[in-house]
């Protein structure tokens, strides 16, 4: 299902390093969400986006920034990389009911 | 608030035996709850949910739920396991603002 896009899927980067994952979609979905997952602690709501003009914390933003550039995409900053931000990363998109959400193949990041 | 427990971390059967993965769960109001798969290097894919009605749903892949409002439990059940089924499975509420809680997660091995 490549109906949510995530680039890239492997990324190694340095601390300090400003790092930006690319998320789009094809399903029209109007709400799109970033996610971390880390072993023993599921997946963990960074940032949410329910329209184009509407940003929204999670349970863990600090250290992290999102832009919702259009309907389709939605993109994860890290301003300056730091080694516990090494995780594996998902976008997902949802209508506005309670319809299920969707989920990119992730990006798997690694912060040296 | 809203919160979602998975007491086992892992859960061992044997190929053609009945399968059942745990989950309880802590809401104010009624529950609106999901249960996804994740494969390795793949992003979660959704099985079933439970938003009203019969408390026996029925999903993707012969998987079904059990919903008992009194034990605040939506266990993941299987008839008869087969080994393509050892995955990482996730169990989550939504909460008030259409976001999604995430247990952290529950590794199923199936052994031929």
């Given amino acids: 299902d490549a109906d949510v896009t995530q680039t890239p899927r492997n990324r190694i980067t340095k601390t300090g390093k400003r790092i930006m994952l690319e998320c789009s979609q094809t399903k029209g979905h109007d709400r799109m969400y970033w996610y971390r997952q880390d072993p023993g602690l599921g997946l963990r709501l960074i940032y949410y986006s329910f329209d184009v003009k509407d940003i929204n914390k999670g349970e863990i933003s600090d250290g992290y920034s999102v832009s919702r550039q259009a309907q389709a995409k939605f993109s994860l900053s890290l301003e300056s990389a730091i080694p516990n931000q090494t995780a594996l990363y998902f976008c997902a998109t949802s209508r506005r009911d309670a319809s299920p959400q969707h989920f990119g193949d992730g990006t798997r990041l690694s912060i040296l | ?112």
């Fill in chain 2, 1 to 112: 608030a809203q919160s979602v427990a998975q007491p086992e971390d892992q859960v061992n059967v044997a190929e053609g035996n009945p399968l059942t993965v745990k989950c309880t769960y802590s809401v104010s109001g009624n529950p609106y709850l999901f249960w996804y798969v994740q494969y390795p290097n793949r992003g979660l894919q959704f099985l079933l949910k439970y938003i009203t009605g019969d408390n026996l749903v029925k999903g993707s892949y012969g998987f079904e739920a059990e919903f008992n409002k009194s034990q605040t439990s939506f266990h993941l059940k299987k008839p008869s396991a087969l080994v393509s089924d050892s995955a990482l499975y996730f169990c989550a509420v939504r909460d008030g603002g259409n976001k999604l809680i995430f247990g952290a997660g529950t590794r199923l091995a199936v052994h031929p």
